[in-house]
């Protein structure tokens, strides 16, 4: 397979340059060719999408939400292949891919809802004879820049709401999620989209990111990714004053206390820290633990980790695959010889797979100061660090000890605590009992301090940032 881009409803192969994909899970097996293209590429996107963004912000919102049904649909018919696709170009499990590829389909199809719901208020009037009301207008044309760890849910929780509300996008997603994002176009396309509202420009963040950024003429920019890429994002749009948005990194902590039930409580720290090698913003990074379940918690972590198997992403019970790229894997593995000198590792696994693949064997660490790089870097990776705590209030003094504030979450049975760390958490997404990760679709999704620009995806929140409020008011002389 070879991606391509779609610029007003024509496919166009770039030919800047070209990156052969291998499968992250078998290095010998070739996935496809990702086709870089260039900021002409993205000028074009930009004519053809202002061409089109009026018609489609004229249409009512019945007709915006059947073409977003079919897209659900499309989705829904190929949804095993679209799942294996992305398995194969990023390396995650299939059963988390497919469960991705559903969150898609229920995305669309709750943001078709929103095609005949209310978008609007009925505001009292202090002069007589004045109708006055408030009504959601689309913000015209939006640069969608995605990250690789999810290539169909995170793109899909942008669009869906972005077209909805009558936005025409541009959307470049990352280079290593490029094959998945031609995938879902094409199977976008028999939606009934018109030519230009939907618009796909592969290729690298510092050539088609950046043209977009710099130079398009964009009204909107909704940014998922690194914490770096996010600020220049920011420093961006802000200068051009374009609205924008940034989900960033996270270093999310699972609190466990002394009156966790430990039996259901160490399957889903485990499940936070390591499904999809940990490859998710709100993967569980920092384990705190009160002190007098410590060294049972480390025993239980040593015995789940050895039960980890590492496989085949492809493989139908896959748990833990390969990170995404070499990038990843170099990355990871730097953190992981830094844990080796100077902290302790006390679970990890041997790798024992035939296949040439990225395979990172899940590792816990202890005896890392709190002000170490591996306590307050994101890893993003299947890596953990344990602390104690001597109580409830050090572990909340110790989970907030970071510049993230995307997930976090509690383990107990104590109301009280539960309450008062769901208060006193600095995170946008705080659970208890349930893992750091796994936000659910309809609720607002997004973080606090450096993880966000502070607004919100998802759920009824994202249509604050598609659309623009107008406040009307009509005088009748009678
Ligand atoms: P990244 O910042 O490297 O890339 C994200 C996107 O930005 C890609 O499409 C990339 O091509 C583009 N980009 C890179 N440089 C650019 C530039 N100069 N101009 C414009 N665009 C540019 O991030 P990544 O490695 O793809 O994703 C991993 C990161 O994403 C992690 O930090 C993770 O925590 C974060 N993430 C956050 C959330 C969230 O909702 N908070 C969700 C998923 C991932």
Redesign the pocket.
Known sequence: METKNWIDGSWSTPSNSQVEVYNPSDLNEKVGTVNQGTAEDVFQAERAAKAAQGEWARKTGVKRAEVLYSMASALEENLVELAELGSREMGKPIGEMKGEVTRGIHLLRYYAGEGVRSDGQLIPSSDVDVLQYSKKVPVGLIGL??????PVA?PVWKLAPALICGNAVIW????NASLTATRMVELFEEAGLDKGVLNLVIG???VV??AM?EEADLDGVS???????GL??AETCAKRNIKFQT????KNAAVIMKDANLDKTIPIVLSGAFKSAGQK?TATSRIIVESDIYDEVIERLQKGVKEITLSNALDADAYLGPVASKEQYDKVSSYIELARNEAKIIAEKEVSIDKDGYYISPIVITDAPSDHALVKE?I?GPVATVQKAKDFDEAIEMANDTIYG?SAAIFTENLANAHKFLDQTEAGMVRVNQETAGVEYQSP?G?MKQ??SHTREQGQAALEFYTHTKTCAIKFFG
């Open positions: 820049i995605t990250p690789w760890n999810f995170i470049k997603p990352a280079e690298k963040g510092s990111g950046k950024l940014f998922t990714g690194s914490e770096n890429t220049y994002v989900e960033m990194g996270g913003c994101e993003f995307l999704f973080g993880s966000s």
